[in-house]
């Protein structure tokens, strides 16, 4: 049988990945299964490995091991349970960690309300949202969401939602660049941005105003 169909099918499935290209993930799979065949052994092995000891948080989203009934943020007596970080992803969280600025909670939707892609707000974890900030007491949602054209209407329709809770919704100030993502800000940019948050007023707010 011919190596291409697999390779076709290796590729497909690299280039789903963020940041990687159709050209980028071509690369890769001949790699892979060319001179690189250790590296494909010790893939595999790590990810089936991950797969067994990593899961999503039911609570947050975030990941965990598979030992934990919740995520060390979800649990952390050190942690304010009343400011809630919104993140597309959990990638996005340990990019907003390492500015040391920020110690409430968090909340991954996973992606963002797409109908080029057809990612409506049922198939993200805004139901979830929703029912944490009216069972936990939050006062104040971070949405940390990206800066792409998507994930500003996203945040508008979260606010939306969010509105008739009576809770302080507030996004980044300022310093992080257009059409980029929260995970490739540096630190220091992010932790500047996370402290000089502005509310986010409602489009039918801004009406009534």
Not at 36 to 57: H, P, Y
Not at 130 to 155: C, F, P, Q, Y
């Amino acid at each position: 049988m011919d190596a291409e169909p697999h390779l076709e099918r290796l590729t497909a499935c690299l280039s789903r990945l963020p940041g990687i290209g159709k050209r980028s993930a071509a690369r890769m799979a001949y790699r892979l299964m060319g001179d690189s065949r250790d590296l494909s052994r010790a893939l595999i092995d790590t990810l089936q490995t991950a797969l067994n000891e990593v899961r999503t948080c039911p609570q947050c989203g975030c990941l965990t091991g598979a030992d934990q009934a919740l995520c060390r943020f979800c649990v952390g007596t050190d942690r304010d349970s009343h400011l809630l970080c919104v993140v597309e992803d959990p990638g996005d969280i340990p990019a907003i960690e390492k500015t040391g600025g920020f110690r409430g909670r968090y909340h991954a939707l996973m992606g963002h309300i797409s109908p080029m892609q057809g990612t409506s707000p049922d198939d993200l974890r805004i139901g979830a949202l929703l029912d944490r900030v009216r069972k936990e007491g939050i006062e104040e949602v971070v949405l940390a969401l990206n800066t792409h054209v998507e994930s500003d209407s996203t945040a508008i329709y979260l606010a939306e939602r969010l509105k008739p809770l009576n809770v302080r919704v507030t996004r980044p100030a300022f310093g992080l660049p257009a059409a980029s993502g929260i995970g490739y800000a540096d630190p220091l940019t992010l932790s500047r941005a996370m402290a000089g948050r502005n509310e986010v007023i409602p489009v039918n707010r801004r009406r009534d105003d």
